[in-house]
């Protein structure tokens, strides 16, 4: 029988929105390039951009931001005003001020999990802007621990499980990301659990293990307590 010691959640889109804060900001910035294309064509150049500047600036507004600026130049040249990328800039900007808006039923999921469970928060991106959603969210007290972490792989995962005293096969990860949520988490040799949301970078997606007994997946978080019980009785 399976006891899972310890639950460890993402944040973006899991707890609190974060996707609709980016979708909004790339139609703004597909309206200020709009003399230099059609919206989905600039969408697809800002994502290869994206793509390719994860490894030097990582995931985060200001990474995003940055990849804003490089597409708009590559299209405008030296000829794009000084007045578009003082526009990106401040719409950089407003992303790190926006409010946090956490998902329903999510306080009162997490506040039934921590009776039982230690909770960790494991997220991924800009330390400071995530240190700011946390505790914007009001949701930190809830959290045993909390690892802000440049990228989610296997080798992450094994060492936030070994850091923290929970061996894998007692340990659960969940989060609406099957690249970096599920499929590391279970390549690490844990419990994984796909909560979807409706807004998920592309990015971020993957096929879903199906084939594998440690993947589950559910429609929202509140039914995670439920799972857990599934999971220990079997």
Do not use: C
């Not at 150049?45 to 490089?70: A, D, H, P, W, Y």
């Not at 578009?84 to 998902?103: D, K, N, S």
């Not at 293990?209 to 929202?220: A, D, I």
């Amino acid at each position: 029988m399976a006891r899972i010691t310890l639950v460890a959640l993402d944040a973006d889109d899991t707890l609190w929105e974060n996707e609709t804060v980016f979708r909004w900001t790339e139609a703004r910035f597909a309206e200020l390039l709009a003399p230099h294309g059609e919206a989905e064509a600039i969408r697809a150049r800002l994502f290869e951009t994206e793509k390719r500047n994860l490894e030097t600036f990582g995931f985060g507004v200001k990474g995003f931001t940055l990849s804003m600026i490089e597409t708009a130049l590559d299209l405008g040249g030296d000829d794009l005003p000084v007045s578009v990328v003082r526009q990106i800039l401040a719409e950089g900007h407003r992303m790190l001020r926006h409010p946090v808006e956490t998902l329903p039923g999510v306080r009162e999921t997490l506040q039934e999990l921590a009776l039982t469970r230690r909770l960790m928060l494991v997220t991924k991106g800009d330390l400071f802007d995530q240190e700011r959603k946390l505790a914007a969210s009001g949701l930190g007290e809830l959290f045993a621990a909390v690892e802000i972490v440049s990228d989610k792989t296997i080798d992450t995962y094994r060492r936030i499980f070994a850091r923290h005293g929970a061996k894998p096969e007692e340990a659960m990860m969940v989060g609406n990301s099957m690249r970096s949520d599920i499929l590391p988490a279970l390549g690490a040799g844990a419990f994984a659990v796909h909560v979807p949301h409706a807004m998920t970078w592309d990015y971020e997606h993957a096929e879903a293990p199906l084939e594998n007994p440690r993947f589950h997946g559910v429609e929202t978080l509140a039914e995670l307590p439920m799972l857990l019980g599934e999971i220990e009785a079997d």
